[in-house]
Structures are given as structure tokens and as C-alpha cells.
């Protein structure tokens, strides 16, 4: 299976259960260029442990609403529909992961 999905208003509901990872981004940002190239790295690494949902903002503006998302590329941390942790910019593979890995 994998871990790397994108999101829209149809499957948000399967965020609810577990730590899942979403990913805010754009197609135009170029700082998210960046940050995509490590977040499919972190989708292998982590492989099944978490989902990933990646969410073009642009396109999916209801739910970077109900997540106040204000700037991007933005990661918030899901962990049983809650968010426990959010991160701003381009991060670190490995800082990102030892984030995640606590939630686990």
C-alpha cells in the first residue's frame, strides 16, 4: 500500500483515525518543490507506519480553512483527528521524522 496520497473534500474523513501526516502545498511555491522531494522520502521511510496526504491548497481551500493554514509549505501531525504538532517551511528529513516517529 502506499502511504503517499493526495487529499480532497471526498476522503478527508480517513484522517481520523491513527497519526497521519498532511502536507499543505502549492504548485507554484517553490519552497515547496523542496519540500515534496522530502516528503516522498519520508513516505518511504516511514512506509506504512503513517499516511501522508499531500493538499494543494488551491485547489483544496475548504480544508487549508479548517486548518488555518496560513502559509505554506505547512505539516501538520494528525493523531486521531487531533492535530498534535504543525511545522512551517522546509524541514530537515531527519528532524521531521524523529517529530513524527514521537506520535507513533
Request: charged share 25%.
Amino acid at each position: 500500500m502506499n502511504n503517499l496520497q493526495e487529499i480532497n473534500k471526498d476522503n478527508e474523513k480517513s484522517i481520523e483515525e491513527g497519526t497521519n501526516i498532511l502536507y499543505f502545498h502549492a504548485s507554484w511555491c517553490k519552497p515547496c518543490e523542496i519540500m515534496s522531494t522530502v516528503i516522498e522520502d519520508l513516505a518511504e521511510e516511514l512506509n506504512e507506519k503513517v499516511k501522508i496526504f499531500k493538499i494543494d491548497v488551491e485547489e483544496n481551500s475548504d480544508i487549508s480553512l479548517k486548518y488555518s493554514i496560513g502559509a505554506i509549505p505547512t505539516i501538520l501531525i494528525i493523531k486521531n483527528g487531533e492535530v498534535v504538532d504543525s511545522q512551517i517551511g522546509v524541514n530537515d528529513l531527519n528532524l521531521l521524522k524523529n517529530t513524527i516517529e514521537a506520535y507513533l
